[in-house]
């Protein structure tokens, strides 16, 4: 596609349930990234895939989050037994071979855990 | 660990006048990224400086690097409304973990 897109857009969800959040990189991407951000906060890095590499997920905040990538292409992050402190704008960057492009965001999926 | 810094991290423009944002960032990299963000909206490429010495401007706004000082500028010549944003900085060192600042909250008051 043209753009980064993420889905759900917004999601709300109990305290305790399963997430899965998607993102579909631009075509031929390779670099896909999480990002997660808190209200009024920074952007914390979660966990990063390069073409056919082991990702870097040193940014995992628990072992109840964890991502996939398959085929390279649409990745998705699962968050296990949420809890309210995993409200947050979830955001996913990805970028092509050539790194004197910026990083192409997606538009977030915004999860509130009640 | 890198770490990235802004300052300032709010910033109250005055129409017309020129400002700076500065970012530093502790460890060795030569490609940082700029970024803004409206509220509610996901983050918006700005400019792309890939070496020492990189400057590139776009209407009023212009972003430099020195890689040797590890700091890149973010300037704003006679600020408007629709500048009023959030800025990020960001660096890429070489275990690619892309690395944000907090970000710089831009408003412009007439």
């Known amino acids: 596609g043209a753009g980064v897109s993420q889905s759900p857009s917004n999601k709300v969800t109990e305290k305790g349930k399963d997430v899965e959040l998607r993102c579909d990189p631009i075509s031929g991407h390779t670099a896909l990234y999480w990002y997660r951000q808190s209200l009024g906060q920074g952007l914390e890095f979660l966990i990063y895939f390069q073409g056919n590499s082991a990702p870097d997920k040193s940014g995992l905040p628990s072992d109840r989050f964890s991502a996939e990538r398959t085929g390279g292409s649409v990745s998705t992050l699962t968050i296990q037994r949420t809890q309210q402190e995993d409200s947050a704008v979830y955001l996913c960057?990805?970028?092509?071979?050539?790194?004197?492009?910026?990083?192409?965001f997606g538009s977030g999926t915004r999860l509130t855990v009640v | 660990e890198l770490k990235v810094e802004q300052n300032p991290l709010f910033l109250s423009m005055q129409e017309g006048k020129n400002y700076t944002i500065y970012c530093n960032y502790s460890?060795?990299?030569?490609?940082l990224y700029w970024y803004r963000q409206d509220p509610g909206k996901s983050l918006e490429s700005l400019f792309v400086?890939?070496?020492?010495?990189a400057v590139k401007q776009e209407g009023r706004l212009m972003a430099s690097l020195d890689t040797k000082a590890r700091l890149s500028t973010l300037h704003i010549t006679a600020a408007v409304h629709d500048l009023s944003a959030t800025y990020f900085c960001?660096?890429?060192?070489?275990?690619?973990?892309?690395?944000f600042g907090a970000g710089t909250t831009v408003t412009v008051r007439a």
């Open positions: 960001a660096v890429l060192p070489n275990d690619y973990k892309l690395s």
């Open positions: 460890t060795t990299s030569d490609r």
């Open positions: 400086l890939l070496s020492n010495g």
């Open positions: 960057a990805t970028q092509g071979q050539a790194s004197n492009y910026g990083y192409t």
